[in-house]
């Protein structure tokens, strides 16, 4: 069994910058994919971001390209998601999630843990 717990959330204006930290619990994060994904009031949950066990692979949402940044600590048991020049569309419940294959996934129906969430809100 693995545990998330994200943190890092708060309220920010358009253009600022915040980083994300995703601590997991358990001897076999290394093995794990990571994945980051966000769900605003009224909407599905999407996905964000992805980075494989080792480190070689990640993949963003067309619409974070470029501005969010995906990645990991193993010897932390971390995974981070640094995100620049935020929009108010950015505003949403960020969660962590965990695929135990070890490889890139932008599908929820991958992951087999998933954190409680931190809060996003990006002010105009």
């Known amino acids: 069994q693995v545990q998330l717990v994200e943190s890092g959330g708060g309220l920010v204006q358009a253009g600022d910058s915040l980083r994300l930290s995703c601590a997991a619990s358990g001897r076999a994060f290394s093995s794990y994919g990571m994945g980051w994904f966000r769900q605003a009031p009224g909407k599905e949950r999407e996905f964000v971001a992805a980075?494989?066990?080792?480190?070689?692979?990640?993949i963003y949402a067309d619409s974070v390209k470029g501005r969010f940044t995906i990645s990991r600590d193993n010897a932390k048991n971390t995974v981070y998601l640094q995100m620049n020049s935020l929009k108010p569309d950015d505003t949403a419940v960020y969660y962590c999630?965990?695929?135990?294959?070890?490889?890139?996934?932008?599908?929820?129906?991958?992951?087999?843990?998933w954190g409680q969430g931190t809060q996003v809100t990006v002010s105009s």
């Open positions: 999630a965990a695929t135990k294959v070890g490889l890139v996934y932008p599908s929820l129906l991958r992951y087999d843990y």
């Open positions: 980075i494989s066990w080792s480190f070689a692979n990640t």
